[in-house]
């Protein structure tokens, strides 16, 4: 059983998520046991002249077989800043993995909804291919490609709903790279377009750079979120600026 890991310190700078992407897939390289559960808190609480309430967590629980690699994740996030409830989001997918040498075959299916962009649900399922372009000692580079569909529900206004189908093709990369013995860089990039109007694509990258001290590792992490043509009145981009630390028991 791989060791829980927990994070226990999080100060984040953050534009409330206005687009959809999350990251999951980076997380398979660092699955080497066979069975695995990992966790992770985060939370801000401000009083006074700022009232701020911020939680999250962040569970998933890994089932390894020979080639076959079953994954469950589930994270909640809950924002709530003078009375007003901002985030009350859930996310959670159901993955499985068929490896060939250190490449794969991926399914999903995922569910989800954002209450900063009035979105009741997004639903989506699909599946692809991996592969993996580099490697050497503890870096990497890997390629993704598939095509996924995708219903989302959003709230337009107070009294009508709008409700969208599409197929997308996903484009992905995933690398780690180590720069010295304790200190390493993860890079994530996806890029999702409609199959039948090009111009509406969602683009998502992330950077995280960790530095190692024994069993407690300090990161700082950037992602950045952009949709060319969001279906109801919403920005198309956010960000987010994230420091940490984690520990394992």
């Known amino acids: 059983m791989k060791n829980i890991i927990l994070i226990i310190f999080s100060f984040a700078f953050i534009n409330l998520n206005s687009q959809t992407i999350i990251n999951t897939e980076n997380m398979m390289s660092e699955i080497k046991d066979d069975l695995s559960y990992n966790i992770s808190f985060q939370g801000d609480f401000n009083f006074g002249n700022i009232d701020l309430l911020q939680f999250s967590t962040a569970h998933q629980f890994s089932k390894k077989n020979g080639n076959n690699l079953f994954r469950l994740l589930a994270n909640y996030e809950y924002i709530k800043e003078s009375n007003k409830i901002l985030a009350s989001d859930l996310t959670g997918q159901l993955r499985y993995n068929y490896s060939i040498n250190e490449n794969s075959f991926f399914v999903f299916a995922q569910l989800q909804n ?118 109801i009145d919403v920005l198309t981009t956010d960000a987010s600026l994230t420091l940490g630390v984690e520990f394992s028991l």
């Open 114 to 231: 954002i209450k900063s962009i009035r979105m009741k649900h997004r639903y989506i399922s699909g599946g692809g291919f991996r592969y993996q372009v580099f490697s050497k000692e503890d870096s990497y580079f890997d390629l993704s490609g598939g095509m996924f569909f995708e219903d989302e529900l959003y709230d337009e206004t107070e009294t009508q709903q709008l409700r969208i189908y599409n197929w997308r093709y996903s484009f992905s990369a995933f690398s780690k790279y180590v720069l010295t013995k304790d200190l390493f860089v993860n890079l994530s990039i996806y890029y999702q377009i409609n199959t039948t109007y090009t111009k509406d694509y969602r683009l998502f990258v992330q950077p995280r750079i960790y530095y190692s001290l024994k069993k407690i590792d300090l990161f700082l992490d950037s992602t950045y979120r952009f949709h060319s043509t969001p279906y």
